[in-house]
C-alpha cells in the first residue's frame, strides 16, 4: 500500500516537472475586470503552451509591487499612461517594446501617438495604449438637477448625500472646476503648490457635504444604488455598470472636460514571458476579444470603432453620457513629473486630517 | 552525555523561535531602520541623515494623526478593560466549573472571522439604509433613516469589539489562580464589596490587567481595517498613513520613518502607563 503511494506521488512529481517545462507562464498584472475568465479560456486553447496567471491591482499598488521586487515576478502589466515615465526613470522597472512584436495598426492611431509620447525615454517606447476611459462624476436624475462637474460634489444643496475618492483625480478635477489648468502648472512647482493650497482649503471646506470618501468601485456602487449618495465623483465605467441597474443614475462628463486615462501595456524588467506578452497583446485587441474585453472592463478599447465594440447597454450608456464635443474636450492625463506626487500626498493626508462638524 | 543532550535539545528547541525572532522581526526592523535615514536627493541618490525624522516632526498632520491615534487607542484600552474585567471575573470566579470552557468558547467565536468580515458585518448593520437603522424606522422610534457610521464612536466601539478577546484571556488566567480564601478573609475582616475590590482583587489581577492592556493598545495602535473602513471622512489612523507613505506615494523613506516613530512612540506610552501607575513589567507580567 505504503509502495503504492509513493509510486503513485513520484509520478505525479515527474509529471509536475514536465508539465511545467512545456507550459509557459503569462503572469499579468493588472486591474479587476481586465483578464476575464472567457478571454483567458480562449487564449490557453489558442496557445495550448501559456497558461495565465492573473494578480488584480490598481495603480499605485502595481508600481510598489514591481519596485520591490525589481521588476520581476511578472510578465505583462497595466498601469496607466501617466504613471510610467517617472517610475521607469526612478525605478527601472520596465523594458523595452518591441513594436514589430505588436499589431499596432489595430490601435487607435492618437492614442498610440499620446501613449508614445508619454512613454518614451532614451528613444525608447515602454508603453502600448489597451483601454480608455474618464473620471468625471455621476448624479441620480431623480434626486439632482443641473449637476455639471466636480463643483456640484460641494454644493450644500446635497449635504451629506455626496462622494468622492481622495486620490488625485479630485485635487485636479477641482483645479479644472476652480478655472485652473493643473497640467499647465505641472512644469512650475511653486504655481502648481498654489493652486494645490487652494483646492485645499475647497475641499476641507466641502468636507461637512461629503458623507464619506469611497475608496473602489464596489464601495460606490454600494453608496449610489442604496440612494445614500446621489453625486458622486467616479471612473465612467463605474457609471455604466451601475446605469445598467438603475436608469436614473448617470455619468455627466464635467462641463471644464473629462479627466481621461489610459490603460497601458507594459512589460517588467525582469518578465520572463515576452513572446507570450506579446501575443496576449495582439489577441486582446482583435475586434472579436475587445468585444469580451469591454463587457467586462465597461472601458473603451484602443481600437479605432472602440465605441461600436461596447456591449450594446453600455454603448447607450456612453451615447446618453456623452455628445461629440464631450469628447472633444477630454482633458487626458498628463505625465506627472516627479516630485509632484509627494506634494499631492500632503494635500490629501490634510485634507483627510481636517475635522468637519 | 547527559548534559550534552539537555544543551541539544535546548538550542533545538530555541531555533524555530530564534529564526522567527531574528529573520521576520529583528532583520526586518533593522531594514526599516536604515531606508528611515537614507534621503532622497534624486533618481537612484541618496544621503543619509535624519532629515526624514526632521519632515515628520514639522509637519503637524502626522504628528496630529500619532496623537490621535495613541489618544484613541488608550480610550479603547480603558473601556476594553471595563467591558472585560466582569466578563473575566464572571467567567473565573462566578461560573460554574462545567460552563467555563463553554463560556471561553462562546469569546473566541468572533476570532473565527476575519477582520475584514467583521469590519463589513458592521458596515451592513450601521449604514444609514442598513439593519439597524431601518428597523429603528420601521419601529416608529425615529423618523429619518440615521447614519451611524463614520464617526470615532463608531471607530472605537468596532476596536473594543475587536481587542476585548484579548483583555479576557489574560485577565481570565490571573483571576483563576485567586484563591476564593482571599476574598473571604477580606469580608469576614469587615472590608465593603468595593474594599475588597480595591485592596483584594484588583491587586491580584495586576499581572493580567498590565499584560491586556499592552496587548490592546499595542493591537488597536497598529490596526489597520477597522478605523478605515469604519471610520470614513474622519478617520486619520496613522497605520493609513504608513501604507499611502510605501503604496500611494512611493515614499519608503518616510513610511519607514513613519513605522520606527510608531514602534518608539507606542513603546513609551506602555512605559509611561507603567510608570504612572507604579508598575513594572519585572513585577507584573513576568511574576512567577
Same mark, same amino acid.
Given at each position: 500500500?505504503?509502495?503504492?503511494?509513493?509510486?503513485?506521488?513520484?509520478?505525479?512529481?515527474?509529471?509536475?516537472?514536465?508539465?511545467?517545462?512545456?507550459?509557459?507562464?503569462?503572469?499579468?498584472?493588472?486591474?479587476?475586470?481586465?483578464?476575464?475568465?472567457?478571454?483567458?479560456?480562449?487564449?490557453?486553447?489558442?496557445?495550448?503552451? $501559456?497558461?495565465?496567471?492573473?494578480?488584480?491591482?490598481?495603480?499605485? #499598488?502595481?508600481?510598489?509591487?514591481?519596485?520591490?521586487?525589481?521588476?520581476?515576478?511578472?510578465?505583462?502589466?497595466?498601469?496607466?499612461?501617466? +504613471?510610467?515615465?517617472?517610475?521607469?526613470?526612478?525605478?527601472?522597472?520596465?523594458?523595452?517594446?518591441?513594436?514589430?512584436?505588436?499589431?499596432?495598426?489595430?490601435?487607435?492611431?492618437?492614442?498610440?501617438?499620446?501613449?508614445?509620447?508619454?512613454?518614451?525615454?532614451?528613444?525608447?517606447?515602454?508603453?502600448?495604449?489597451?483601454?480608455?476611459?474618464?473620471? !468625471?462624476?455621476?448624479?441620480?436624475?431623480?434626486?439632482?438637477?443641473?449637476?455639471? !462637474?466636480?463643483?456640484?460634489?460641494?454644493?450644500?444643496?446635497?449635504?451629506? +448625500?455626496?462622494?468622492?475618492?481622495?486620490?488625485?483625480?479630485?485635487?485636479?478635477?477641482?483645479?479644472?472646476?476652480?478655472?485652473?489648468?493643473?497640467?499647465?502648472?505641472?512644469?512650475?512647482?511653486?504655481?502648481?503648490?498654489?493652486?494645490?493650497?487652494?483646492?485645499?482649503?475647497?475641499?476641507?471646506?466641502?468636507?461637512? $457635504?461629503?458623507?464619506?470618501?469611497?475608496?473602489? !468601485?464596489?464601495?460606490?456602487?454600494?453608496?449610489?444604488?442604496?440612494?445614500?449618495?446621489?453625486?458622486?465623483?467616479?471612473?465612467?465605467?463605474?457609471?455604466?455598470?451601475?446605469?445598467?441597474?438603475?436608469?436614473?443614475?448617470?455619468?455627466?462628463?464635467?462641463?471644464?472636460?473629462?479627466?481621461?486615462?489610459?490603460?497601458?501595456?507594459? $512589460?517588467?524588467?525582469? !518578465?520572463?514571458?515576452?513572446?507570450?506578452?506579446?501575443?496576449?497583446?495582439?489577441?486582446?485587441?482583435?475586434?472579436?476579444?475587445?468585444?469580451?474585453?469591454?463587457?467586462?472592463?465597461?472601458?473603451?478599447?484602443?481600437?479605432?470603432?472602440?465605441?461600436?465594440?461596447?456591449?450594446?447597454?453600455?454603448?447607450?450608456?456612453?451615447?446618453?453620457?456623452?455628445?461629440?464635443?464631450?469628447?472633444?474636450?477630454?482633458?487626458?492625463?498628463?505625465? $506627472?513629473?516627479?516630485?509632484?506626487?509627494?506634494?499631492?500626498?500632503?494635500?490629501? #493626508?490634510?485634507?483627510?486630517?481636517?475635522?468637519?462638524? | 552525555?547527559?548534559?550534552?543532550?539537555?544543551?541539544?535539545?535546548?538550542?533545538?528547541?530555541?531555533?524555530?523561535?530564534?529564526?522567527?525572532?531574528?529573520?521576520?522581526?529583528?532583520?526586518?526592523?533593522?531594514?526599516?531602520?536604515?531606508? *528611515?535615514?537614507?534621503?532622497?536627493?534624486?533618481?537612484?541618490?541618496?544621503?543619509?541623515?535624519?532629515?526624514?525624522?526632521?519632515?515628520?516632526?514639522?509637519?503637524?498632520?502626522?504628528?496630529?494623526?500619532?496623537?490621535?491615534?495613541? @489618544?484613541?487607542?488608550?480610550?479603547?484600552?480603558?473601556?476594553?478593560?471595563?467591558?472585560?474585567?466582569?466578563?473575566?471575573?464572571?467567567?473565573?470566579?462566578?461560573?460554574?466549573?462545567?460552563?467555563?470552557?463553554?463560556?471561553?468558547?462562546?469569546?473566541?467565536?468572533?476570532?473565527?472571522?476575519?477582520?475584514?468580515?467583521?469590519?463589513?458585518? @458592521?458596515?451592513?448593520?450601521?449604514?444609514?439604509?442598513?439593519?439597524? *437603522?431601518?428597523?429603528?424606522?420601521?419601529?416608529?422610534?425615529?423618523?429619518?433613516?440615521?447614519?451611524?457610521?463614520?464617526?470615532?464612536?463608531?471607530?472605537?466601539?468596532?476596536?473594543?469589539?475587536?481587542?476585548?478577546?484579548?483583555?479576557?484571556?489574560?485577565?481570565?488566567?490571573?483571576?483563576?489562580?485567586?484563591?476564593?480564601?482571599?476574598?473571604?478573609?477580606?469580608?469576614?475582616?469587615?472590608?465593603?464589596?468595593?474594599?475588597?475590590?480595591?485592596?483584594?482583587?484588583?491587586?491580584?489581577?495586576?499581572?493580567?490587567?498590565?499584560?491586556?492592556?499592552?496587548?490592546?493598545?499595542?493591537?488597536?495602535?497598529?490596526?489597520?481595517?477597522?478605523?478605515?473602513?469604519?471610520?470614513?471622512?474622519?478617520?486619520?489612523?496613522?497605520?493609513?498613513?504608513?501604507?499611502?507613505?510605501?503604496?500611494?506615494?512611493?515614499?519608503?523613506?518616510?513610511?519607514?520613518?513613519?513605522?520606527?516613530?510608531?514602534?518608539?512612540?507606542?513603546?513609551?506610552?506602555?512605559?509611561?502607563?507603567?510608570?504612572?501607575?507604579?508598575?513594572?513589567?519585572?513585577?507584573?507580567?513576568?511574576?512567577?
Amino acid at each position: 500500500m505504503a509502495s503504492t503511494l509513493r509510486a503513485l506521488l513520484a509520478a505525479s512529481a515527474l509529471a509536475l516537472t514536465i508539465g511545467s517545462a512545456e507550459a509557459e507562464t503569462l503572469r499579468l498584472l493588472t486591474w479587476g475586470g481586465y483578464a476575464p475568465e472567457e478571454l483567458i479560456k480562449k487564449f490557453e486553447a489558442e496557445n495550448p503552451d $501559456i497558461d495565465v496567471e492573473v494578480t488584480l491591482s490598481n495603480n499605485e #499598488e502595481m508600481i510598489a509591487k514591481l519596485r520591490a521586487t525589481g521588476g520581476t515576478g511578472y510578465d505583462l502589466a497595466q498601469p496607466s499612461h501617466d +504613471r510610467i515615465f517617472a517610475a521607469q526613470k526612478e525605478y527601472r522597472i520596465y523594458k523595452p517594446l518591441d513594436l514589430s512584436k505588436i499589431d499596432t495598426d489595430a490601435m487607435t492611431p492618437n492614442l498610440l501617438e499620446g501613449v508614445k509620447a508619454n512613454t518614451t525615454i532614451d528613444g525608447e517606447v515602454y508603453a502600448v495604449p489597451h483601454q480608455w476611459g474618464t473620471s !468625471g462624476v455621476m448624479a441620480n436624475m431623480k434626486e439632482t438637477s443641473g449637476v455639471t !462637474g466636480f463643483g456640484d460634489l460641494c454644493d450644500p444643496k446635497y449635504k451629506g +448625500r455626496t462622494s468622492m475618492r481622495l486620490r488625485r483625480t479630485i485635487l485636479l478635477g477641482t483645479a479644472f472646476s476652480m478655472g485652473m489648468n493643473p497640467f499647465e502648472l505641472y512644469a512650475d512647482k511653486a504655481a502648481y503648490q498654489d493652486m494645490l493650497d487652494k483646492v485645499t482649503k475647497k475641499l476641507i471646506d466641502c468636507k461637512p $457635504i461629503v458623507k464619506t470618501y469611497w475608496t473602489g !468601485g464596489d464601495d460606490l456602487s454600494a453608496l449610489m444604488l442604496s440612494g445614500e449618495v446621489v453625486v458622486a465623483e467616479t471612473w465612467d465605467s463605474t457609471a455604466y455598470k451601475i446605469y445598467n441597474e438603475n436608469p436614473d443614475i448617470v455619468f455627466v462628463p464635467p462641463k471644464t472636460g473629462a479627466l481621461a486615462w489610459i490603460d497601458t501595456f507594459a $512589460i517588467p524588467r525582469g !518578465g520572463e514571458a515576452d513572446d507570450a506578452a506579446y501575443k496576449w497583446i495582439n489577441f486582446v485587441l482583435k475586434p472579436e476579444n475587445v468585444k469580451i474585453m469591454s463587457a467586462s472592463t465597461g472601458a473603451i478599447a484602443a481600437v479605432p470603432n472602440g465605441i461600436d465594440l461596447l456591449p450594446e447597454d453600455k454603448q447607450k450608456a456612453v451615447k446618453a453620457a456623452f455628445t461629440q464635443a464631450d469628447l472633444d474636450n477630454l482633458k487626458f492625463f498628463a505625465n $506627472i513629473p516627479p516630485g509632484l506626487e509627494d506634494m499631492e500626498g500632503i494635500a490629501l #493626508e490634510r485634507i483627510k486630517a481636517a475635522s468637519s462638524e | 552525555m547527559g548534559r550534552d543532550a539537555g544543551k541539544l535539545s535546548l538550542t533545538l528547541l530555541m531555533t524555530p523561535f530564534l529564526l522567527w525572532i531574528g529573520l521576520l522581526i529583528i532583520l526586518p526592523q533593522i531594514g526599516i531602520g536604515y531606508v *528611515s535615514l537614507r534621503e532622497k536627493v534624486s533618481y537612484d541618490e541618496f544621503h543619509y541623515g535624519l532629515k526624514n525624522y526632521v519632515d515628520f516632526i514639522s509637519e503637524p498632520v502626522y504628528r496630529n494623526t500619532l496623537f490621535r491615534t495613541a @489618544w484613541m487607542s488608550i480610550v479603547v484600552t480603558a473601556l476594553a478593560l471595563v467591558v472585560g474585567f466582569p466578563v473575566a471575573y464572571y467567567i473565573a470566579k462566578i461560573a460554574r466549573q462545567k460552563s467555563r470552557a463553554a463560556l471561553f468558547l462562546m469569546c473566541l467565536i468572533p476570532l473565527w472571522v476575519s477582520d475584514l468580515v467583521r469590519a463589513y458585518g @458592521w458596515i451592513v448593520l450601521l449604514r444609514e439604509t442598513g439593519v439597524v *437603522s431601518r428597523t429603528l424606522v420601521a419601529l416608529g422610534i425615529i423618523g429619518q433613516p440615521v447614519e451611524m457610521l463614520y464617526n470615532d464612536a463608531t471607530v472605537v466601539m468596532g476596536l473594543v469589539y475587536t481587542v476585548v478577546l484579548f483583555m479576557i484571556v489574560p485577565l481570565t488566567s490571573t483571576l483563576q489562580g485567586m484563591d476564593d480564601a482571599l476574598l473571604e478573609a477580606g469580608y469576614n475582616l469587615g472590608g465593603s464589596r468595593l474594599t475588597v475590590f480595591r485592596r483584594i482583587i484588583v491587586p491580584y489581577a495586576m499581572p493580567g490587567i498590565v499584560s491586556g492592556c499592552i496587548i490592546t493598545f499595542m493591537l488597536t495602535a497598529g490596526s489597520y481595517l477597522t478605523p478605515v473602513l469604519l471610520g470614513g471622512k474622519n478617520s486619520s489612523w496613522f497605520t493609513e498613513q504608513i501604507y499611502n507613505q510605501f503604496i500611494t506615494r512611493y515614499n519608503w523613506e518616510a513610511g519607514a520613518t513613519f513605522g520606527v516613530t510608531l514602534l518608539v512612540f507606542t513603546s513609551f506610552v506602555v512605559w509611561l502607563g507603567l510608570k504612572l501607575t507604579g508598575q513594572s513589567l519585572a513585577t507584573t507580567v513576568a511574576k512567577d
